[in-house]
């Protein structure tokens, strides 16, 4: 194949027209470079250009795993861009979210032009086609492990959990309870719940928008903290995992995901506003693609699950200090949305084809890590976060009690 460029953007006149309201007339392009390179230029779009949840600045290489958004459009399906030659010397191409049609450059009506109309749209319609393919094939319901990208980080081997094909999955927090504890722990969890549903029935609209900025202002604030690694085999599995990750959410709540690599010595992954950090420590600490699926799953969740918005809504009723001190005061009703997220990253993780089973290994090695020591029903009414112990044998429950399935040597 030659090389060759496609325009994508709102005006009729380019290759790809979208009609989304955030697509600017002249939004990006692809460029083809016949070797199998792809190159991507943001045309200085108003509502940005996005690869795997990032604005891209000027021009970038894209990979083959690659996420491209223009604005906050559905995720183009560019690879099927460099075999649409026949369509673009007659026709240019309009989607608007899933739909396609071919929309010509002139009203001529001899039979000639119909002709080679009806095999424009018999072609479009056969690459979108063959591209829901691909992409189901390649990443919804193949029964392989995901490719490695990274060679010093490999994916587990044995065997692992099948995927839920009826999508019934119960999350059963009893597992955090003690037998030492009291009944403290049931009281937390119910607490919990209540703050959970007067944030959603009471609480202050909050929107995508406003997470992301709050995102945003955190990313920044790491910026000026840490030194971020951009290149690299590294960062490149951590973005490959997110996507496939990302791809297996039921419900989206339409946030744009990034994902940070970030120098540190401390065993930590964090996020807020879709994006996501994860220290070099972490990343080392982890023996596998599977642990680092579950480690981004869980952080993915915070955002899914609508944690992060909680406490946005509780600087908007109280300001800033006032929520501080609440989130003092409810330090202790964080351990069922801690666990929560474990349960919620082992089903991504699993439905992405990694296996879930390998996060009861983790948080055992994170209990020697930390030295925890044995349960202590009066330290655990002040904990953020569950017992590492706590969290792995909730995630072996989890999984024998949803996918029927006993993880063994963990």
Not at 160 to 172: L, S, V, W
Not at 308 to 314: A, D, F, L, R, Y
Not at 402 to 409: A, L, S, V, W
């Amino acid at each position: 194949m030659n090389h060759r460029k496609v325009t994508v953007g709102r005006s009729k006149n380019n290759d790809v027209v979208l009609s989304h309201s955030s697509v600017s007339r002249h939004h990006l392009e692809f460029f083809f470079d016949g070797e199998g390179n792809v190159f991507l230029t943001d045309l200085n779009s108003l509502n940005g250009t996005f690869v795997n949840g990032q604005r891209v600045n000027g021009s970038i290489q894209l990979s083959a795993f690659d996420v491209v958004k223009a604005g906050a459009s559905d995720p183009l399906p560019w690879r099927n861009y460099a075999t649409m030659d026949v369509v673009s010397n007659y026709s240019n191409v309009a989607v608007e979210g899933n739909d396609y049609e071919v929309l010509n450059h002139e009203k001529n009506q001899n039979s000639k032009r119909g002709t080679l109309k009806t095999i424009a749209i018999t072609l479009g319609s056969l690459f979108f086609l063959l591209g829901i393919v691909y992409f189901f094939n390649e990443y919804s319901n193949s029964t392989e492990k995901p490719v490695a990208v990274d060679p010093d980080k490999p994916n587990e081997t044995g065997t692992q959990p099948d995927k839920k094909n009826d999508g019934k999955i119960t999350y059963d927090f009893s597992c955090l309870e003690d037998k030492d504890d009291g009944g403290t722990t049931k009281v937390i969890t119910v607490i919990s719940e209540m703050e959970d549903e007067v944030s959603k029935t009471s609480g202050p609209e909050v929107s995508i928008e406003e997470e992301e900025n709050v995102g945003d202002e955190i990313l920044k604030q790491c910026r000026n903290e840490y030194e971020f690694i951009s290149k690299g085999s590294q960062i490149n599995n951590l973005r490959k995992i997110l996507y496939l990750l990302v791809a297996q959410i039921t419900k989206p709540k339409g946030f744009h995901y990034q994902i940070h690599l970030i120098k540190s010595d401390e065993l930590n992954a964090f996020t807020a506003g879709a994006q996501i950090f994860i220290t070099t420590r972490m990343y080392e600490f982890c023996k596998s693609n599977d642990e680092l699926a579950c480690v981004i799953g869980h952080e993915i969740n915070h955002n899914e699950l609508g944690h992060i918005k909680q406490q946005i809504q509780k600087q908007k009723l109280l300001g800033q200090e006032g929520a501080q001190l609440a989130s003092m005061i409810s330090i202790p009703f964080n351990q069922k949305k801690e666990t929560h997220c474990d349960f919620t990253g082992i089903d991504l993780a699993i439905a992405a084809g990694y296996n879930g089973c390998v996060n009861i290994g983790l948080w055992k090695r994170m209990k020697k890590e930390a030295n925890e020591g044995d349960y202590n029903a009066m330290d655990n009414l002040f904990r953020s976060h569950p017992y590492s112990e706590k969290r792995a044998i909730c995630s072996k429950r989890h999984i024998k009690n949803n996918y029927g399935y006993e993880c063994e040597g963990n």
